[in-house]
């Protein structure tokens, strides 16, 4: 579904999740429709890390918190050049759906 902002991001991710509850994972492009996708998901009772994933290949403060604290079902963040970012944010996603290990921060290029 397409969401690229809060608020479709925030209703693509509403919409997937009520017409499949049994989703185990929700992969963004930007991080803006990944936060809102988040919000959704745990409206939606998505509140365990280990049985719910969201992955999402930009970067803001506020998602790199989320990941950095470690107790979110926001997981996989990849903030570099884009085509990159989507390569290893969807590798880490493809470890974690076959219950393997994931770093749970990433370094930004540029910043420390």
Same mark, same amino acid.
């Given at each position: 579904?397409?969401? @690229? ?12 999740? /009520?017409?499949? +509850? ?36 930009? *970067?803001?403060?506020? *998602?790199?918190?989320?990941? /950095?604290?470690?107790?979110? @079902?926001?997981? @996989? ?5 884009? +085509?990159? *970012? ?17 770093? +749970? ?8």
């Amino acid at each position: 579904m397409q969401g @690229i902002g809060t608020t479709d991001g925030g209703q693509a991710a509403a919409n997937l999740l /009520a017409a499949h +509850p049994d989703i185990n994972m929700l992969v963004t492009f930007n991080t803006l429709a990944g936060l809102a996708a988040r919000t959704s998901a745990m409206h939606a009772g998505k509140t365990d890390r280990n049985t719910f994933l969201l992955a999402t290949a930009d *970067s803001e403060d506020a *998602s790199l918190k989320l990941i /950095a604290d470690n107790n979110d @079902i926001y997981q @996989i963040n990849w903030g570099a050049f884009f +085509p990159a *970012s989507m390569i290893l944010m969807l590798r880490d996603a493809a470890v974690a759906f076959k219950g393997g290990k994931i770093k +749970p921060t990433r370094l930004i290029f540029g910043q420390t």
